[in-house]
């Protein structure tokens, strides 16, 4: 009836002055992400010593509480500034933002690009310190899993060494797919994640960093200080203060995730997980010959696609980003994503990292998208 109010349904009481009832309290639901126990320095440590085990390295390890944009945007801005020369490698889109960071640093750059379907070789390497002797920082991405590439960073290194540049290195994409051995390849500053191939979590990330990269921070008057973006300070006041006390409150989760993430490759050896890797790199690029219809490898040559993703060319009139929707209309679990940007027409990345890597379902709806 009009101007008559509906009684409301009675609602549980939810606080008592503030508080939770005795008979609230009962019934709260317990939850296993909350309520976590804060984590101690020492577990912080003893988990960056296991990132370090991974890498093989002997060098500082530093992990980071955020996606591994940050350590990868911080170890530039700590090492380059008005007087830096570099050479930036361009294999990928990465390739790019390098390059962007570094000039904003000031730094006078020297692109070097190679069409996203190849690797660029020590060779061109070479060529370009020989042509501009004044370089002194050498950025490379390892495997590019947004264009399927991966380059010879082993070869490369002995160039860079023996020039004496300072080497960065993406590593986000590689490590746990392919060897990457940071050390023994004259890397200074080697970022990684966990969201690729080792199948963890996004929200944390890790460098390694030397100890020519470290003095060469502490030179850089454009070093950031009190910052998100700081290694310095985690060097000053994490490392060098013996590990004791953290900057922050830590990312629990996520350090907790990335934890479980390295005990699983510990266990099942790192030897292992990479074989996975270049066995389903592999199984896709010859599958994906097998269906004909067009359909290509995007890196022409097998021995510089990447083992962590594969991309395909799409065939000839043939939208790419079309045919990966139809292809997950029937089977959203695909490991399927069209190429980003400009690329989005004519590639289609076959993501095979972490537990995509291991055999799984049939691809009948794969096979179903595309075209005779």
């Not at 989760?253 to 292992?272: S, Y």
Request: hydrophobic share 45%; aromatic share 4%; with cysteine.
């Amino acid at each position: 009836m009009i101007g008559t109010a509906r009684p409301r349904p009675a609602r549980p009481r939810t606080a008592v002055a503030g508080r939770l009832s005795v008979t609230e309290k009962s019934t709260a639901v317990s939850h296993p992400f909350l309520d976590l126990a804060p984590l101690s320095a020492d577990r912080f440590a003893s988990i960056e010593d296991r990132v370090a085990r991974l890498l093989g390295t002997a060098q500082d390890v530093v992990v980071m509480q955020g996606e591994a944009l940050l350590p990868l945007e911080g170890a530039i801005r700590g090492t380059a500034g008005p007087d830096t020369v570099a050479l930036n490698v361009i294999t990928g889109p990465y390739g790019r933002t390098f390059g962007d960071w570094l000039r904003d640093c000031g730094a006078t750059v020297h692109d070097l690009s190679v069409p996203f379907h190849t690797a660029v070789t020590a060779d061109r390497i070479r060529e370009a310190l020989t042509e501009h002797p004044e370089i002194d920082f050498v950025s490379l991405v390892h495997a590019e899993a947004a264009t399927g590439n991966t380059n010879p960073v082993a070869e490369i290194g002995e160039v860079v060494r023996a020039h004496g540049a300072l080497f960065y290195l993406d590593a986000v994409a590689s490590v746990g797919a392919e060897p990457l051995l940071p050390d023994a390849w004259g890397v200074d500053l080697c970022v990684i994640g966990a969201q690729k191939a080792m199948g963890g979590p996004a929200g944390v990330s890790a460098v390694s960093v030397s100890e020519r990269a470290w003095a060469r921070m502490a030179a850089n008057p454009g070093a950031p200080r009190r910052s998100y973006l700081s290694l310095l300070d985690w060097k000053e006041r994490w490392i060098d203060g013996g590990r004791r006390a953290l900057l922050h409150a830590p990312a629990q989760l996520e350090m907790l995730a990335l934890e479980a993430c390295l005990e699983r490759i510990e266990t099942d050896g790192l030897e292992t997980v990479m074989a996975r890797h270049a066995a389903a790199a592999a199984a896709t690029r010859a599958g994906a010959l097998a269906l004909g219809g067009g359909l290509e490898p995007y890196v022409h040559d097998a021995r510089e696609a990447a083992p962590v993703a594969t991309t395909l060319r799409a065939p000839a009139g043939v939208d790419a980003s079309d045919l990966v929707a139809r292809a997950l209309a029937s089977d959203p679990a695909l490991p399927l994503a069209a190429g980003g940007g400009a690329l989005a027409k004519e590639m289609i990345r076959v993501n095979h990292y972490g537990p995509d890597a291991a055999p799984g379902p049939s691809t009948a709806a794969w096979r179903r998208s595309v075209p005779p």
